[in-house]
Nanobody
Framework: QVQLVESGGGLVQPGGSLRLSCAASGSIFRINDMAWYRQAPGKQRDLVASITRGGSTMYADSVKGRFTISRDYAKNTMSLQMDSLKPEDTAVYYC?????????WGQGTQVTVSS
């Protein structure tokens, strides 16, 4: 089993920055890829960014150049640095971790971008 806990969400003005963190515990040695997803009200959950065990990253077109995903293997954490935030970035952000057999989700953290 893998447990994931997100933190760092909140209210920020357009153009501002937030840093989300995801702390992993449990069978962390089984984790391969990790990712951030987001879900806005009334919409589906979409992939925002992902990072492999080896550190390769991928971003949704809507966040390229503004968001940066990273992993700290010593601390068993994953982060998402979000800069130049826009109102359309408002959503609940979820941490995801994949093992060979299944994926795990955190409880989500709310990000609201509004003036």
């Amino acid at each position: 089993q893998v447990q994931l806990v997100e933190s760092g969400g909140g209210l920020v003005q357009p153009g501002g920055s937030l840093r989300l963190s995801c702390a992993a515990s449990g069978s962390i040695f089984r984790i391969n890829d990790m990712a951030w997803y987001r879900q806005a009200p009334g919409k589906q959950r979409d992939l925002v960014a992902s990072i492999t065990r080896g550190g390769s990253t991928m971003y949704a077109d809507s966040v390229k150049g503004r968001f940066t995903i990273s992993r700290d293997y010593a601390k068993n954490t994953m982060s998402l640095q979000m800069d130049s935030l826009k109102p359309e970035d408002t959503a609940v952000y979820y941490c995801n971790a994949g093992t060979e057999t299944r994926g795990y989700w955190g409880q989500g953290t709310q990000v609201t971008v509004s003036s």
